[in-house]
Nanobody, 122 residues
Framework: VQLQASGGGLVQAGGSLRLSCVAS????????MAWFRQAPGKEREFVAG????????YYAESVRGRFTISRDNAKNTVYLQMNSLKLEDTAVYYC????????????????WGQGTLVTVSS
């Protein structure tokens, strides 16, 4: 599966952004999807994951209550709505797909998109 993320940009603290990720192929609804992020000098970290049928959704503690992951299987698209953004949310955000369901581990059989930069300013 090939992934194309978009929607990043510069936003003030407290603001919102919505990231989108479009997947190629006909089997999107067999993949768990996740968003990871990587800040400068830091390791890539899990942000949110969603199963193919949206019955399993999980958020990192740092974003829970502020971010919402969703998907539209008819459009082969997964979204990440980010509200109440903080300076520490600044990172490159990566969309990822994994056969079956999502995983917390970035090295666990994921396919990756190119990343989209989110910069939160004060």
């Amino acid at each position: 599966v090939q992934l194309q993320a978009s929607g990043g940009g510069l936003v003030q603290a407290g603001g919102s952004l919505r990231l989108s990720c479009v997947a190629s192929g006909r089997t999107f609804d067999t993949y768990g999807m996740a968003w990871f992020r990587q800040a400068p000098g830091k390791e890539r970290e899990f942000v949110a994951g969603i199963s193919w049928n949206e019955r399993s959704i999980y958020y990192a503690e740092s974003v829970r209550g502020r971010f919402t992951i969703s998907r539209d299987n008819a459009k082969n698209t997964v979204y990440l709505q980010m509200n109440s953004l903080k300076l520490e949310d600044t990172a490159v955000y990566y969309c990822s797909a994994r056969p079956g369901t999502w995983s917390l581990r970035s090295d666990d059989n994921y396919s990756w998109g190119q990343g989209t930069l989110v910069t939160v300013s004060s």
